[in-house]
């Protein structure tokens, strides 16, 4: 399609995380494709990248929620951006909705929702990629951070979710998520007005569906990921188990290190966090690096016997996973997670049942035989590299549903 243009919302207008690594690398992206593309963000600075002769990028530069000093200031900022909606009011002017999409990928850490008013009232087509849940529960994760279960049978906004203290830190704060939300759902219009969806994972897309306008269109895109493609490590020759993330419960570590001290393997932790005293604690013998690189974290993965990755929610289809196949390494994955799609149990790694100490060291004990790791492993390189997880081929699928979304 000729003169499409492109706004992106992202509240960081540099990598801080994997939604901003997708929006940004797709900005890029679709400038290289000759879409012409606004980045509109609120928190700086600009990332080199982004300078390109088809990307305009509007920084707010303040700061993030978290970053600001003035709590009041703050909750009002995360419930209702002013200026975010003044500048991007203007913005508008610039465009014809006969011609422009609107793709949102973060807003709840600075923007907030109010340019999402702007948008659906000035009849744009608004797109929103399914990097979190933020859009209709209030915490982001149907997850009851107090009790490390899933929210089951709780509708986001209900009566029983308002009054539920789910939030990781304080009634408080989930009480303030909750005014946001209710803001959002009337002065928004979100997620009424929204009616386009692009999906990484089946399990994704049906933890969401429900709760969305019954007349919305999904579109599935697998986030592009940059890997250059190397020799497949034998696995089978490994001898530790690896994990890679934040040590946090919910991503499931101190299941994982009770697990590990049952079995008496060796395991490394890659990363930090508040469980590290604790995993420690629980198993003396595991390995906990701390913060490391990119670079040091694919050394770490080459040395992995099998990544196990326990999360205790519907967390999104993690990179590490997937560059854990590229390598040949088989991967032992919760069944809540959505990397579901690309792990299958006992063809290129293990599934265990979610938050289940007895299932998760079976699986890690089957990994005990060579033959089985040797063949999960060639099965991961194959599958992983059969499937095309270009840029290139991100931004093909995303322009096919840009024309979707404007002749709709």
Not at 242 to 268: M, P, T
Not at 351 to 372: A, G, Q, W
Request: include cysteine.
């Amino acid at each position: 399609m000729e003169n499409l243009n492109v706004i992106i919302i992202c509240d960081f207008a540099f990598p801080s995380g994997g939604s901003e690594k997708v929006a940004i690398e797709s900005a890029v992206g679709l400038a290289e494709r000759g879409v012409k593309v606004t980045y509109f963000s609120a928190v700086g600075p600009v990332c080199k990248e982004l300078v390109h002769p088809n990307i305009k990028v509007v920084c707010l530069n303040q700061q993030s929620l978290v970053k600001q000093k003035n709590i009041a200031a703050a909750s009002i900022q995360g419930i209702w951006n002013f200026e975010a909606r003044r500048e991007f009011k203007k913005l508008l002017l610039e465009f014809n909705p006969k011609d422009t999409v609107i793709h949102l990928h973060l807003w709840q850490k600075a923007i907030s929702a109010s340019i999402i008013r702007e948008a659906i009232k000035n009849k744009f087509k608004v797109a929103f990629t399914f990097h979190h849940y933020f859009i209709v529960c209030p915490n982001g994760g149907f997850y009851n951070y107090q009790k490390h279960e899933i929210c089951n049978n709780i509708k986001p906004m209900s009566m029983k979710c308002i009054v539920c203290h789910c939030d990781s830190r304080s009634y408080f704060h989930k009480f303030w998520r909750v005014i946001r939300t209710f803001v959002e759902n009337k002065l928004a219009y979100s997620p009424s007005g929204i009616k386009n969806y692009i999906y990484i994972s089946q399990l994704g897309r049906d933890v969401l569906k429900p709760y969305l306008p019954s007349d919305a269109n999904y579109y599935s895109i697998d986030n592009p990921i940059n890997i250059s493609k190397q020799n497949r490590v034998n696995a089978s020759k490994n001898n530790c188990f690896i994990f890679v993330g934040r040590l946090s419960k919910e991503k499931g570590v101190i299941l994982l290190a009770k697990a590990a001290k049952e079995i008496g393997c060796n395991i490394i932790f890659v990363g930090e966090g508040d469980c590290a005293d604790e995993i420690k604690e629980i198993y003396p013998n595991a390995e906990i690096t701390g913060w490391v690189d990119k670079d040091k974290v694919q050394e770490y993965l080459s040395m992995a016997r099998a990544l196990v990755f326990p999360a205790l929610w519907y967390e999104g289809m993690p990179l590490t996973v997937l560059e854990s196949q590229a390598k040949g390494i088989p991967v032992i994955l919760s069944d809540t997670c959505t990397a579901i799609e690309v792990v299958k149990d006992n063809e290129n790694g293990f599934l265990f049942e979610r938050n289940n100490l007895d299932s998760l060291v079976e699986k890690m004990r089957l990994c005990n035989d060579d033959s089985l790791i040797d063949r999960l492993g060639r099965n991961s390189y194959d599958q992983f590299w059969s499937k095309d997880y270009s840029i290139n081929k991100h931004i093909e699928k995303l322009v096919n549903v840009y024309e979707k979304i404007i002749k709709s």
